[in-house]
């Protein structure tokens, strides 16, 4: 029992950050674990489990206002096990209560604060709850007392109630599979309801808080150049154009805030995720790829350089988050008076920095000003009688004072964990980047990280959630080996080492030994894995892809590459399994729907056999000018692949160099042309015709 505020509770011996702020909380914290699971059985007691992460504002203030308050403490001290859990540490966890918490009230959100029985099924909970009643929600206190005397008074009422939510927790796992045809009609429902949830002024979907939703976003580019989409194009520039001129995104550093609080995208909530910045600087690459617009590019390169620069951790890897939060105040780091922002531009570069970031003595954030694009920059040039050639040196001396003088303010605090999961996202990010804009730097960065993930989280046939200094690492999830997997294919198709493939399909194929069900579809984590009360089984995207969704994307390029028929019917398995529930809640899905729509009879392949060196830039740089997300390529830098690759891959088993000369194959649809040997004539059959239109029907 804690009865000083100078005593330091069980989890100042944790690694994470988050723990570690509520090491001096007076509440008798305990880790995830066994240890408090026995006492919770031992004294018949319920448990109090909440759940956060160090970036999240509520989380800070539900801390300062109850976690911190001894008559609080004392209340949960004398009438619960306390667990507290790090979402980021133990997405397992989290993902098992959230959905719990979304039966319980049909919403979740962090923090999330549950009430378990000692079998650690959850009987009730919420998200914030203010320390007295305020805003329609009731105070904590209260509803620590109401919780304790239910459980008290009326146990038997209580376990039925645990039942049932794990009855219903575990009914969400039970997919209903899905036989014969899957049409793909349920493309034209997603677009029809994106269509009409969309924001024709601002972009972007719904009403506020208005998140980017990159996945979507992704979606709707890979539709816009199909017959019957014709807005999708239109739906992804506007809200790529809208959220780089607003709040949303750091007009100072680079990269993106988590969310933004209205529709206009101009005040943000100020925390910055890895994941968040990860997928952004892949769809921004993306669709510079599709539509060969400059402003793509530098937002996407502004990004990957924010992550390079500020999240890069001192080992490796990049960590976790930014916190919203600088000396106590939301905010504080990233907003400017309009006095702090003159001093920091002096009086000639004010006038023109005012009128591009709408910069006012009254803000717009608690009397601060969050910068934004304010005008179009042809308005701004006449105002000032600038020419293009005068503006773009002085914006960049702009953005370089106020980033100094940004950097002199009391510095971020920063989650150091390295997680499997966002750093597998970081790595496409990368990858993606130095083949599709062409940037050698970024490939350096993303061999570097690939290194880091090998020799710090590869553990023989497993991977690691995180390193733990001197505590067992976390086990690694569905979304850790799916989504680094997904990277190593990615960096495979940006340098075509080998090594980055046979990685690739080890990690998928321990997923499938791990986390695979007997219906088909995968488990969140390893059902076989202590404490939790149901093993999650979902294909809907979160803020991150579904495990299973890009799971599904892995196998389907491995098939592919490999010719194993294995692999391709455990993708069309997961498809099966999901598809039903695609029908219903199509904008859920759509890494899922993108996987559905990547028929295993779509796409082309493109066999390169290399002799001289000289030669890969010409031919790398054709596939670059001609994107297509379904073409597989795999690059032999010789005259014949080399028996391990000849082995993985039948693409290249029985195919050579011609003559000694650089040979490219190209086939579609099951055609093949004739071999070329020039760059120039690979371009040509690039080139759109016959062949680049697959039959998109869905018989699995």
């Known amino acids: 029992m804690l009865n000083s505020k100078s005593a330091r509770n069980r989890l100042a011996s944790e690694s994470s950050l988050y723990l570690l702020e509520h090491a001096e909380n007076p509440v008798d914290w305990y880790p995830w674990g066994p240890e408090a699971w026995e006492r919770a059985h031992t004294e018949s007691r319920p448990i109090f489990l909440s759940i956060g992460y160090s970036a999240c504002h ?11 308050d001894e008559e609080t403490a004392a209340i949960l001290n004398e009438q619960f096990v306390c667990i507290k859990v790090d979402r980021e540490e133990r997405p397992d966890v989290d993902e098992t209560y959230m959905e719990a918490m979304r039966i319980l009230t049909g919403s979740g959100g962090w923090p999330l604060s549950v009430f378990l029985t000692p079998d650690l099924k959850p009987f ?14 009731p105070g904590f206190k209260r509803v620590l007392l109401s919780a304790a005397h239910y459980f008290r008074t009326e146990r038997e009422a209580v376990d039925r109630a645990a039942a049932a939510i794990v009855e219903k927790l575990d009914g969400l796992s039970r997919l209903e599979r899905a036989e014969g045809e899957l049409a793909p009609d349920v493309l034209n429902a997603y677009y029809r309801q994106r269509l009409e949830a969309f924001d024709s002024e601002q972009g972007g979907f719904g009403v506020a808080p208005r998140f ?64 968040d910045n990860a997928l952004l600087a892949r769809l921004y690459t993306e669709a510079f790829a599709a539509t060969g617009n400059e402003a793509w590019r530098a937002v996407a390169r502004e990004t990957l350089d924010y992550l390079e620069r500020e999240m890069r951790a001192p080992a490796g890897g990049y960590c976790a988050s930014q916190d919203a939060d600088s000396g106590g105040i939301e905010g504080a780091h990233h907003t400017w008076s309009r006095e702090e922002f003159e001093a920091a531009l002096g009086p000639e570069l004010t006038p023109l920095a005012v009128d591009l970031y709408g910069v006012t003595k009254e803000g717009v954030f608690e009397g601060r000003n969050v910068l934004r694009i304010a005008q179009p920059v042809e308005l701004l040039l006449r105002a000032h009688k600038l020419s293009p050639d005068d503006f773009w040196p002085k914006l960049a001396d702009i953005r370089a004072r106020l980033l100094a003088a940004r950097n002199r303010r009391a510095p971020l605090r920063r989650d150091e964990k390295v997680l499997a999961d966002w750093n597998g996202l970081a790595l496409s990010a990368l990858a993606r980047g130095h083949q599709l804009l062409g940037d050698e730097a970024l490939l350096g960065r993303a061999r570097s990280l690939a290194t880091f993930i090998r020799s710090r989280l590869v553990r023989g046939r497993d991977l690691n959630h995180l390193e733990r200094p001197g505590r067992e690492p976390v086990p690694g999830l569905l979304a850790d080996y799916a989504l680094v997997a997904r990277g190593f294919l990615d960096l495979y198709a940006s340098d075509f080492d080998p090594g980055h493939l046979f990685l690739a399909r080890d990690l998928t194929d321990r997923m499938l030994t791990l986390f695979r069900t007997p219906d088909g579809a995968l488990a969140t984590q390893d059902p076989a894995a202590p404490g939790l009360v149901s093993a999650t089984v979902s294909g809907y995207d979160s803020p991150v892809p579904s495990g299973n969704a890009v799971a599904a994307h892995n196998l389907l390029d491995l098939a592919r590459l490999t010719g194993r028929t294995d692999l391709r019917e455990a993708a069309l398995e997961i498809l099966r399994r999901f598809y039903p529930v695609m029908r219903r ?43 297509d997300p379904d073409r597989t390529v795999v690059l032999v830098r010789g005259a014949e692949a080399d028996p391990a690759l000849a082995e993985l891959s039948p693409l290249v088993r029985d195919r050579r160099a011609f003559g000694g000369r650089p040979t490219a194959f190209y086939c579609a649809n099951n055609s093949c042309r004739e071999p ?11 080139s759109p015709g016959p062949l680049d239109s697959p039959d998109r029907r869905h018989t699995l």
């Open 124 to 137: 009730y909970g919420g998200t914030y709850f203010p320390p007295e009643p305020r805003h329609g929600l």
């Open 676 to 686: 070329v040997h020039t760059a120039a004539a690979l371009e040509t059959l690039l």
């Open 58 to 68: 509520w989380c800070h203030v539900m801390a300062r206002e109850s976690f911190a």
């Open 585 to 627: 809640w199509p904008t859920a899905f759509a890494t899922m729907l993108s996987a559905l729509d990547r028929s295993p009879a779509a796409g082309s392949e493109v066999v390169l056999f290399l002799p001289d060196p000289a030669e890969e830039r010409g031919f790398v740089e054709t596939l670059r000018r001609h994107p």
């Open 212 to 275: 980017p939703n990159p996945t979507d976003l992704e979606l709707l580019l890979r539709l816009s150049a199909r017959p019957g989409f014709d807005s999708c194009r239109e739906m992804v520039e506007l809200t790529l154009l809208r959220m780089s001129e607003g709040g949303i995104y750091d007009q100072v550093g680079g990269g993106f805030h988590r969310y933004s609080t209205d529709t206009a995208w101009l005040v943000p909530h100020f925390e910055k995720m890895l994941y």
